[in-house]
């Protein structure tokens, strides 16, 4: 009698998406070759984003005010990249905070970002020269649920009345409970998310928005970090890459040639 | 609706309106429901975290004899150096690992699925002589106005800015489809408590008479 049995193993490698693996690492390469020219300390250009005035304006505004300052980081974890660079602007906007002496409040959701938020204070202080100013308790946990969160963020909203509110993150559903409980207060409101769908939210409810990637291009226009500029200018690299494919794609189609536009299928 | 129904259930609709008050603006009962529903989602929370965190993902594997389930616990009991101001440096380490490791699952599944595929999706054949080829350049168009808008080594003016700013409106069109789809499953929302208000107090009335 003859038997014959199988053996499954996982492959290493998934051939059939080469072609992910190739235009992520063509991807990696612009970004590595722009933080080397940013650590040369090559100039590299980026233009302002409209959205950095608007921080700096609701700044000044809670300053006169002598009204604390909201910052909500959104409701994701550490292992979302909106929170991480929230966390970027979050130190930068503690930077200017510490200079002027107002209060700084920072509501989190995720236990795990706790510690980050902390340290992006700290440091923001610290480069002020201020790190005597520095409060931890302004930095606190409220809730992990979603809306026991925006329960306890819009408390702070009415009763401490910050004379400005940052929203920069990722945000579902509370965007705009928090964005209307903040616009009622009369607060100056800069938010940003690459979250889509919540982004109408933000622009009817807040004074500016900051929309998806200018998120990310805030983070590296404030702190000027040689990774983050790298980074953004090898994205804009690729964007641009993708808009010149986009129109070969489409030109190609037009004519029936479809081999282009296979190759970037995905299985 | 028994007893019992008619306790829980009243619960439910005072805290409704406790939360709604806050419409008007804040007071005791919003602040009431506020508190509690933070405090009892904290309690939850851990009891789900330990059921469905540790057993299943640390106790249960240690009692198979999976010994390296010891590591990732040992990363995350450094995280609670930071409550040391001598050894908080430790919890550095973890919170490398877990943005580190975060990063670098999600970033190859966004370049899938959010700029490969989208794009793949957007060579579209264009033309004249049909509809769906005219709507096909606006697509194309709409996509390459708005991607000019998130180009950030350029300053945008002249027909570079045109093109962004054609993008700009491309993205607020998108927007207000959104917001308009969105509040109409808010407001579905509020009818379904309202619809709650107005069963519980029936059935109260008639628990009463």
């Known amino acids: ?267 | 609706m028994g007893t019992h129904d008619i306790i829980f259930n009243g619960i439910a609709a005072f805290l409704t309106i406790s939360i709604y008050t806050f419409l008007y603006k804040d007071n005791p009962f919003y602040k009431f429901a506020e508190h509690l529903v933070v405090g009892v989602s904290a309690g939850y929370f851990t009891v789900i975290l330990y059921f469905n965190g540790f057993v299943p993902k640390l106790i249960e594997p240690l009692k198979q004899e999976k010994f390296y389930y010891i590591l990732p616990a040992i990363l995350g009991l450094m995280i609670w150096t930071r409550f040391s101001r001598k050894w908080s440096w430790i919890s550095r380490f973890s919170l490398a690992f877990y943005i580190g490791s975060g990063a670098g699952i999600a970033i190859p599944l966004y370049i899938q699925n959010f700029v490969i595929r989208q794009l793949s999706a957007t060579m579209l054949p264009v033309g004249v002589s049909t509809w769906p080829l005219i709507t096909n350049i606006l697509i194309i168009i709409g996509v390459f106005c708005a991607l000019t808008y998130f180009y950030f080594s350029k300053e945008h003016t002249g027909a570079f800015g045109a093109s962004a700013k054609f993008g700009i409106w491309t993205l607020m069109v998108g927007f207000g489809a959104g917001f308009g789809l969105t509040v109409m499953g808010r407001v579905s929302l509020l009818a379904e408590r309202v619809v709650f208000l107005r069963d519980y107090l029936s059935e109260l009335f008639k628990y009463l008479s």
């Open chain 1, 1 to 267: 009698m003859m038997s014959s049995f199988f053996l499954y193993s996982s492959s290493w490698f998934d051939f059939n998406r080469i072609n992910v693996f190739i235009i992520l690492g063509a991807f990696f390469i612009f970004v590595i070759y722009f933080i080397r020219e940013a650590k040369a300390g090559k100039s590299l250009f980026v233009r302002r984003i409209a959205g950095l005035d608007a921080i700096e304006e609701a700044v000044g505004r809670a300053t006169e005010m002598g009204k604390p300052i909201l910052y909500i980081s959104g409701i994701e974890d550490m292992d979302n990249l909106q929170t991480v660079a929230s966390m970027i602007i979050l130190g930068n906007v503690a930077e200017m905070v510490a200079r002027y002496e107002v209060p700084l409040l920072v509501p989190i959701c995720r236990p795990f970002v706790v510690p980050v938020a902390e340290e992006a204070v700290k440091q923001g202080y610290s480069k002020a020269g201020r790190p005597d100013a520095y409060n931890k308790n302004n930095v606190r946990y409220i809730s992990d649920e979603q809306f026991a969160y925006t329960a306890g963020v819009n408390g702070i909203m009415l009763r401490d009345r910050p004379a400005a509110n940052f929203m920069f993150g990722s945000f579902f559903a509370e965007s705009l409970i928090m964005a209307e409980t903040g616009f009622s207060t009369g607060a100056i409101q800069v938010a940003g998310t690459a979250n889509i769908h919540q982004l109408p939210f933000f622009v009817v409810a807040c004074d500016y928005t900051i929309i998806g990637e200018e998120l990310f291009a805030t983070s590296a226009y404030l702190s000027k970090e040689p990774k983050l500029l790298g980074s953004l200018k090898g994205s804009d690299l690729a964007k641009f890459l993708i808009m010149v494919s986009l129109i070969i794609g489409a030109l190609l189609e037009t004519f029936g040639i479809t081999k282009f536009t296979s190759w970037f299928s995905v299985q």
